[in-house]
């Protein structure tokens, strides 16, 4: 019985001690481990702890974010999940939401926001001669990732304060977009104003391939900086409107 009893207390010492242990595992040192499988996500000037750690600097395809905090929540564990609520500031883009990373190596996400200026959408909308204006702020409801690609998303977009400048100068007003996941494993989307001095009626898809965009634009009440904007976006039509197209793909984007 005495021999039972020690090792009974030897093995809730050594549980006790697996526990300080991984409480106070350092950040750094975990992330030693996981960074070959972070894909293009880098993180520098890593500290704290696995479970409330800080990244001076995160970076997404080369592209510099901001300062990342995150807080791992522990219960979730015991079922092979791993989730964790991140803060991401400091930089051009902020945000914040929950990620899970399933045990079939699956990502979700949810309830996440982000802001970013508009200038950084410039690459993805090809308008060389007017420079973006205004925050990009995206809501996202669900994003689920295996692989390389989403397999469920929904969410919004919205450009507030949408103006250009450059060879013309315009107030737009606030722009929208919805998207959600299409059965054909593409996520579609459509675009709209808000009433503001554009006129904005799109639609858009996004796939492993590339993005596709079509929108009709047209000055409202014949606003004439819009008028002068829309002469640098797409193509002339004979009702007066401007039809925009782009395609593209995502990796000359970064």
């Known amino acids: 019985m005495k021999a039972l009893r020690r090792f009974i207390l030897f093995l809730v010492a050594l549980l006790a001690v697996a526990a300080i242990a991984i409480a106070t595992c350092p950040a750094s040192f ?20 696995i479970w409330n750690g800080h990244a001076v600097n995160a970076s997404v395809f080369g592209s510099p974010l901001g300062t990342l905090d995150w807080h791992l929540h522990p219960w979730p564990l015991l ?24 045990a079939d ?9 982000l802001h970013l200026p508009a200038e950084m959408a410039a690459p993805a909308l090809d308008i060389p001669m007017l420079q973006l204006l205004g925050q990009i702020d995206i809501d996202i409801a669900q994003l689920s990732v295996q692989g390389a690609w989403p397999t469920a998303a929904q969410g919004e977009i919205l450009w507030r304060n949408a103006a250009v400048a450059g060879a013309a100068q315009a107030s737009l007003g606030d722009l929208q977009a919805q998207f959600a996941s299409a059965a054909d ?6 675009a709209h104003d808000r009433g503001g001095p554009l006129q904005l ?12 965009v079509r929108a ?13 904007a829309l002469r640098y976006i797409g193509q002339p039509q004979g009702d007066g409107t401007v039809l925009l ?7 000359p984007v970064f």
């Open 30 to 49: 975990a992330w030693r481990f996981v960074a070959g499988r972070a894909g293009a996500l880098t993180l520098d000037g890593v500290a704290g702890t």
């Open 79 to 102: 079922r092979g999940i791993v989730a964790a609520q991140l803060d991401l500031h400091g930089g051009q883009v902020t945000g914040n939401g929950t990620v899970e990373r399933t």
């Open 105 to 113: 190596g699956a990502l979700n996400f949810s309830a996440a926001t």
């Open 185 to 190: 494993g593409h996520i579609a989307g459509t």
């Open 201 to 212: 009626d799109g639609a858009f898809t996004i796939g492993a391939e590339g993005y596709d």
């Open 216 to 228: 009709k634009l047209a000055a409202r009440d014949g606003n004439p900086q819009v008028l002068d």
């Open 245 to 251: 197209l782009i395609r593209g793909k995502f990796f």
